[in-house]
Nanobody, 117 residues
Framework: QMQLVESGGGLVQAGGSLRLSCAASARTFSSYSMGWFRQAPGKEREFVAGIRWSGTSTFYADSVRGRFTISRDIAKNTVYLQMNSLKPEDTAVYYC??????????WGQGTQVTVSS
């Protein structure tokens, strides 16, 4: 079992930055691929960014590539999502996930990100 706890969401103006953190409980954290997903009101949950368990590969949705960066700190059992140049359309609940990026096994409770115009 793994528990994921997100933090770092909030309200920011367009063009601003936020860094989301996701703390994982499992000692096997380093063996999991990790991802960030988001869900805006009235829309389906969508993939935002992912990092392979090895940490050697990262993946991004076209809508965030070049603005968001995913990273992980194995020693802290934490994965991050640095979000720069935020846009109002980035407003959503952001979820951390662990497991295969196509269908994660574990999910966090989500953290709200609101970008005002």
């Amino acid at each position: 079992q793994m528990q994921l706890v997100e933090s770092g969401g909030g309200l920011v103006q367009a063009g601003g930055s936020l860094r989301l953190s996701c703390a994982a409980s499992a000692r096997t954290f380093s063996s999991y691929s990790m991802g960030w997903f988001r869900q805006a009101p009235g829309k389906e949950r969508e993939f935002v960014a992912g990092i392979r368990w090895s940490g050697t590969s990262t993946f991004y949705a076209d809508s965030v590539r070049g603005r968001f960066t995913i990273s992980r700190d194995i020693a802290k059992n934490t994965v991050y999502l640095q979000m720069n140049s935020l846009k109002p359309e980035d407003t959503a609940v952001y979820y951390c996930a662990a497991g295969p990026l196509s269908k994660p096994d574990y999910w966090g409770q989500g953290t709200q990100v609101t970008v005002s115009s």
